[in-house]
């Protein structure tokens, strides 16, 4: 299996642009989890999806954030508009129900 | 409330064990995890514990758990250079993964 696919890697952009990331989560998995890493509030859970439904989303910052599931092998992270203190990365990591999860290589978002 | 606390920085020499500590507050955590990010890379699952054991060995890695105490630590034997990474303690509390701020381990050669 090739794991947690994140794309993009890395994402530089202006303020006030749309961003999209995406995830393809591991094959089987009915869990999709988004966080962010930052320096000064660590690794934060923003969504968490349970078999392509959003359960709690109370870790989205704002309304500027906005995530779907559309099916179960993909999901993305959409912010809109983007401000520079959005720059983080952003992991998204799946599970099955052994509650252990798997995480992406994360995208390194630079919003400028 | 959640939260897991972790020492922020950790050296050691190449062949000496390390010691990571880790405390935590939810008693009702069912397990503990710890992960490992190399620079640049996502969190790789190194180990976890069952919320009912006191010690589990993997290898180079050992984790004690002290209940009581909510604390967690995690052993690396022999490290190596390849060991230099942040570790992360996390508990779980039901379908959430909560995170403490990670330990820099840098090992010296």
């Known amino acids: 299996d090739a794991g947690v696919i994140q794309s993009p890697r890395h994402e530089v952009t202006e303020m006030g642009q749309e961003v999209t990331l995406r995830c393809k989560p591991i094959?089987?998995?009915?869990?999709l989890f988004w966080y962010r890493q930052t320096m000064m509030r660590g690794l934060e859970l923003l969504i968490y999806f349970n078999n392509n439904v959003p359960i709690d989303d109370s870790g989205m910052p704002e309304d500027r954030f906005s995530a779907k599931m559309p099916n179960a092998s993909f999901s993305t992270l959409k912010i809109q508009p983007s401000e520079p203190r959005d720059s983080a990365v952003y992991f998204c990591a799946s599970s099955s129900d052994s509650n252990e999860q798997f995480f992406g290589p994360g995208t390194r978002l630079t919003v400028l | 409330g959640e939260d897991v606390e972790q020492s922020l920085f950790l050296s050691v020499r190449e062949g000496d064990s390390s010691v990571i500590n880790c405390t935590y507050t939810d008693s009702s955590s069912t397990y503990l995890y710890w992960y490992k990010q190399e620079p640049g890379a996502g969190l790789q699952l190194l180990t976890y514990?069952?919320?009912?054991?006191d010690m589990k060995q993997d290898q180079r890695l050992t984790v004690l758990l002290n209940k009581k105490d909510k604390h967690l630590s995690l052993r690396i034997a022999d490290t190596q250079t390849g060991d230099s990474a942040i570790y992360f303690c996390?508990?779980?509390?039901?379908?959430?993964?909560?995170f403490g701020a990670g330990t820099i381990l840098r090992v010296k050669s």
């Open positions: 996390a508990e779980s509390i039901g379908y959430k993964l909560v």
């Open positions: 094959s089987g998995h009915n869990s």
């Open positions: 514990i069952f919320s009912n054991m």
